[in-house]
């Protein structure tokens, strides 16, 4: 019984500062994206298709965020010199997709050089995480959710669209766990070394 009693107290202690994290946190991105909002409008950006404002767009992408948690990233693709909206989405989304794992590739080759034992020569690193970038680039457009779709036209004429997605972090880390066992199955230094590189991509990419 004093044990539950104690459990209680504890709990009741505990709770006050998870609720005060939480608002921080909801602070914190409400002045995000009120920054963005202003920083959009005064760059002429606009919402393609026109059915709501910018400040609608960014508010709701940010209030997902938010309701997320941790579980939600941010990711976000460009295209310059685009002749339609649909072609700017399209060469965006992939651009998203593209970065994302190039971030990913990027950090797994840090920790591969840096900490795995008989680290391979540079070329065959090279393809390896070549490899590793492909199967994730084409896995992660599958779960990427877009948000909000942006463009603007420039002096010369010409179109730029940007699209902002949200991410799954749980969804995301399959993806990886997809792309590492594809790497695996296909590479002999990655087989050899699996266990390190599976932690290495569970763990994934950290801004």
Same mark, same amino acid.
């Given at each position: 019984? $004093? ?47 026109? &059915? ?14 938010? &309701? ?7 990711? #976000? *693709? ?21 970065? #994302? ?5 990027? %950090?797994? &080759? ?19 995480? $070549?490899? #590793?970038?492909?199967?994730?680039? %084409? *896995? ?15 002096? %010369? ?27 695996? %199955? ?22």
């Amino acid at each position: 019984m $004093k044990r539950l009693i104690s459990l209680i107290v504890a709990s009741m202690m505990i709770m006050p500062v998870v609720a005060q994290s939480d608002t921080r946190i909801q602070r914190q991105k409400q002045r995000e994206s009120q920054a963005r909002i202003k920083q959009l409008i005064r760059a002429g950006w606009e919402v393609i298709g026109g &059915k709501e404002t910018i400040e609608d767009a960014v508010q709701s992408h940010f209030d997902k965020l938010i &309701k997320g948690g941790d579980d939600i990233i941010e990711i #976000y *693709g460009t295209a310059n010199r685009v002749k339609t909206t649909d072609e700017g989405i399209a060469k965006a989304t992939n651009n998203a997709g593209a970065t #994302y794992a190039r971030q990913q590739s990027s %950090d797994l &080759k840090g920790r591969i050089t840096s900490n795995v034992a008989s680290a391979p020569a540079p070329s065959e690193i090279e393809g390896l995480i $070549k490899a #590793y970038e492909t199967n994730l680039r %084409d *896995g992660v457009k599958s779960i990427m959710t877009p948000s909000y779709k942006l463009m603007r036209t420039g002096a %010369d004429g010409s179109m730029e669209v940007e699209v902002y997605f949200i991410l799954s972090e749980k969804a995301a880390s399959e993806v990886r766990t997809r792309a590492m066992e594809s790497l695996i %199955d296909n590479n002999q230094y990655a087989k050899a070394h699996s266990a390190a590189i599976k932690e290495y991509v569970k763990a994934g990419f950290k801004n």
